[in-house]
């Protein structure tokens, strides 16, 4: 697809209105797309497009979709402003110049960038540095071969683990919330919420066995 | 060990570890002992990378919140200027008995392990990798051929990673790659396997408690 065709149109709202952001409208030949963050399938498009290309007008959508959420997901986190739009800035800036890095058989758009800005205010709150596995590492112990099993495509798993989280029971998906966007161990949760931290583990585990079976059923 | 079927941990950490650390809210010395692992273990790392795509669907769930009209433009300003990249410090290889140590723990230690300054307890020698004001300590621990651990159990929550060697505890053996998890309601002691030195990446949370005849009168937590 060439996207030199395509232009981005912000129609007027009000910028510090929230509810206002789905107003963007991509055009293409003239017609309107639906709105980039309800499809991640574009969104994928995207930033291949940003990777391959180098294209700024798709990293400006891009950026339209993005940087509201990272910004929510900050402030989430206790950040405030003026540093959540340096952050902001910088976690875009990461995305524009690792764009290569993005494989959308591995993540969603929103779960690779979910990944940078995690990363990058563990960096700035904690000012450490996040241990992981080297891909490269000789002691690196590969994926076996499997025979190819039946996935469903990345694109997809946002919608249904945003389904099967809301059908979780109130306490799991709260632990959840909890765990992702308050920056708590599960220790620190349980010590907060005064439930044993075998409860706390418990329910963890069973969230997470829930989405994965969900995601296997739909597979 | 055989290259082509490489042995698998048997012994992981456990779902709260794990989102924890894929949530990023896993305090550093916790991180990278689950991260050492990660390296040992293809179905952890999966298990991560699905509660990854759990925190990206949360993502999409965040009430958005609009930045600063000048975001953008000093982020556009910004996209054609040459990052100025550093080269990586090249990481040494940090060598056990039984294989190198994994690279994150490997550039946090920075040198051959018997160019390591350890403290000697009997048959066992513990070097102090990190030590945190509130909670954690983390450290490495060579154990002798089958050295019995005095028996203890731990006021918080203690998690092994073993880098090299083995150990038994109760019914369980443990080898490189495996975490062991002991909390309060385990009184144990652990036996070395008596074919190696036993080399053990240990993170607590709390210190522990000796709990048999002589550790009793050592115990800092007995008043009488």
């Known amino acids: 697809m060439d996207r030199s065709c395509y232009s981005w149109q912000n129609t007027p709202r009000d910028r510090c209105d929230p509810s206002q952001q789905n107003a963007i409208s991509m055009q293409i030949h003239g017609q309107n797309l639906p709105n980039p963050s309800d499809d991640p399938k574009i969104m994928s498009e995207l930033m291949t497009a940003v990777a391959e290309k180098q294209d700024k007008q798709a990293f400006a959508v891009l950026f339209d979709v993005l940087a509201p959420r990272i910004s929510g997901y900050l402030m989430r986190l206790g950040a405030k402003p003026p540093a959540v739009d340096d952050l902001v800035q910088d976690v875009m800036l990461t995305v524009w110049r690792r764009a290569s890095q993005f494989n959308p058989d591995k993540a969603s758009v929103a779960t690779w960038v979910f990944t940078i800005a995690r990363n990058r205010r563990i960096d700035v709150f904690r000012r450490e540095s996040r241990p992981a596995p080297d891909p490269h590492d000789p002691s690196l112990i590969p994926e076996p071969e499997v025979t190819a099993e039946a996935k469903v495509a990345t694109a997809e798993q946002g919608k249904i683990l945003r389904e099967a989280i809301a059908g979780l029971p109130v306490e799991q998906a709260d632990l959840l919330h909890r765990a992702y966007f308050e920056d708590k161990s599960h220790s620190a949760i349980a010590a907060e919420t005064n439930l044993p931290l075998g409860t706390i583990k418990s329910r963890l585990r069973l969230a997470m066995v829930k989405l994965r079976n969900q995601l296997e059923y739909m597979a | ?221 007995l008043k009488y």
């Open chain 2, 1 to 221: 060990m055989n290259a082509v079927n490489p042995i698998l941990p048997t012994h992981h950490p456990d779902a709260g570890h794990l989102i924890d650390y894929a949530a990023g809210s896993l305090a550093e010395p916790v991180a990278m002992l689950v991260a050492c692992h990660l390296t040992f273990c293809p179905l952890c790392r999966e298990e991560v990378t699905r509660m990854e795509a759990v925190g990206g669907a949360l993502f999409e769930t965040v009430d958005p919140i609009a930045v600063s009209d000048d975001v953008k433009d000093k982020l556009f300003a910004s996209l054609d200027l040459d990052p100025e990249d550093l080269p990586a410090p090249a990481v040494p290889e940090v060598m056990a008995e039984d294989g190198p140590l994994p690279l994150p723990l490997a550039a946090m230690i920075g040198k051959p392990l018997d160019q390591l300054k350890y403290k000697k307890f009997g048959s066992m020698k513990e070097i102090l990798l990190d030590k945190r004001e509130d909670q954690y300590r983390s450290k490495l621990m060579s154990i002798d051929p089958g050295a019995v651990m005095a028996w203890h159990t731990h006021t918080g929550e203690e998690l092994s990673l073993v880098l090299s060697g083995g150990f038994t505890d109760g019914d369980q053996h443990f080898v490189r790659g495996d975490v062991a998890i002991a909390g309060p309601e385990e009184n144990h002691s652990p036996v070395a396997d008596d074919d190696g030195e036993c080399l053990i990446l240990a993170v607590l949370d709390a210190p522990l408690k000796l709990t048999g005849t002589f550790g009793r009168l050592l115990n800092p937590f």
